[in-house]
C-alpha cells in the first residue's frame, strides 16, 4: 500500500512539475512573437494611419496586446517621447530620451540609434515585465515609419 501511495505521489509531482513548465513556457511571448506583433503593428499603422493605429496599440485588451505574456506595443519619436503604450498609459506624451536599465544601458537613445542606423532591429536591456511585475532582461523588436516612429514590441526572458 505505501509503495502504491508513494508511486501515485511521485507520479502527481511529475504531472505538476510538467504542466507547470509548460505553462511558463507558453505564459511569456517569444522573441518571434514579438517580432510578429510589430510586423504586425507595422502594417495596421501603415493601413489605417497614425492616429487610429496609435488608438489601438494603447489598448491593454486590444488585438496588439497580451500583457499576461508582456506583449504590448510601445511607440517612440524620433525625440524619445512616448506617443503610445499598450502597457502603461501614463507614458504617453513624456519624454524618455536619457531612460536607462539598473546596467545603465541607455534604452531609448539605444532603439534611437537602431532606427537612424538601420530601421529596424534589436536591443537587449531589463524593464519591468507587466505580468510578473518584476524587472527582467527583455529583448526589443523595433521598425522605424514615416522616417519618425519607432514601433517597438519585447519579448521577456
Known amino acids: 500500500m505505501r509503495k502504491i501511495l508513494f508511486r501515485v505521489i511521485v507520479l502527481w509531482g511529475v504531472v505538476i512539475l510538467v504542466c507547470g513548465v509548460a505553462y511558463a513556457q507558453q505564459k511569456l511571448a517569444t522573441q518571434k512573437e514579438a517580432e510578429a506583433n510589430a510586423k504586425k503593428a507595422v502594417a495596421y499603422y501603415k493601413s489605417v494611419g497614425k492616429e487610429k493605429a496609435f488608438a489601438e496599440f494603447n489598448k491593454p485588451n486590444g488585438q496588439f496586446s497580451n500583457l499576461n505574456k508582456g506583449l504590448y506595443i510601445s511607440v517612440y519619436d524620433l525625440s524619445g517621447i512616448n506617443v503610445s503604450s499598450g502597457a502603461n498609459s501614463a507614458m504617453i506624451g513624456k519624454g524618455f530620451i536619457d531612460l536607462q ?14 532606427a537612424k542606423t538601420k530601421g529596424k532591429g534589436w536591443l537587449t536591456y531589463k524593464w519591468t515585465n507587466p505580468a510578473t511585475k518584476k524587472i527582467e532582461k527583455k529583448t526589443t523588436y523595433l521598425e522605424l515609419v514615416d522616417n519618425n516612429y519607432m514601433i517597438c514590441c519585447g519579448a521577456y526572458f
Open 101 to 114: 536599465d539598473p546596467d545603465g544601458v541607455k534604452i531609448i537613445r539605444g532603439l534611437i540609434d537602431i
